[in-house]
C-alpha cells in the first residue's frame, strides 16, 4: 500500500540506496515513478506493506516500510533488492556499491572509493568536519541526525585520528 514518504511513522524501516553518479532529473522521475509503482503492490506473505520512497540530493533513493502495519519479511525484502538490481540495469547505476563513499560537499554528493580515503584526508578534500552519508541506517527517524553526519563522528573517525597523529 502505497503512503507518502513524509506520512511513515519514524519508526519505519528504510533502506538507502545510493547511486555511483548523479541522477537526471528525467531518470529520477522514471526511477521514483517505477519504484512508486513497484511499492503499490509490494507485500510480505500475502499481505500488503505500506510503504514510500523518495530520492534525496538527486542521487540516493531511499525505501521504506511501515512494520507496525506489516512486517517485511525476507523474501518481500529481497524483491525490493531485485526490483533496485533492475532499476540500476536499466539505467546503467551501480546502487550496490558499499567502497564508494558519499559526502555532501556544497549541497552535491560527491562519491569516493574507500581506498581513496586517506588520500583525500592529506588533499584536504575532506576533513572530520565533512559531511557522511551514513547509508546504513535502518530506520526513518535516523534521517534526521544519524544519516548525514560528521566523517570524524562516523565509523570514518579512525582515518583523522591517524592522520592527525602523524
Known amino acids: 500500500m502505497l503512503t507518502p514518504f513524509d506520512r511513515l511513522s519514524d519508526t519505519s524501516r528504510i533502506w538507502v540506496y545510493q547511486a555511483d553518479r548523479p541522477l537526471t532529473a528525467d531518470e529520477q522521475s522514471e526511477i ?84 581513496e580515503i586517506k588520500a583525500s584526508i592529506e588533499r584536504q578534500e575532506i576533513d572530520k568536519d565533512s559531511l557522511f552519508f551514513q547509508n546504513t541506517i535502518t530506520a526513518k527517524k535516523e534521517l534526521e541526525g544519524n544519516w548525514l553526519v560528521k566523517a570524524g563522528e562516523s565509523w570514518l573517525k579512525r582515518y583523522f585520528n591517524v592522520h592527525e597523529s602523524v
Open 32 to 115: 521514483l515513478e517505477n519504484t512508486l509503482n513497484f511499492i503499490s503492490k509490494w507485500a510480505a506473505h500475502g499481505q500488503d506493506l505500506q510503504a514510500a520512497a523518495t530520492i534525496r540530493y538527486n542521487q540516493i533513493l531511499i525505501i521504506g516500510a511501515d512494520e507496525s502495519f506489516n512486517m517485511a519479511s525476507g523474501c518481500s525484502i529481497d524483491s525490493s533488492v531485485h526490483f533496485v538490481q533492475q532499476l540500476g540495469d536499466r539505467f546503467s547505476i551501480d546502487f550496490f556499491d558499499r567502497m564508494k563513499l558519499g559526502f555532501l560537499i556544497n549541497e552535491t554528493v560527491k562519491i569516493m572509493p574507500l581506498s
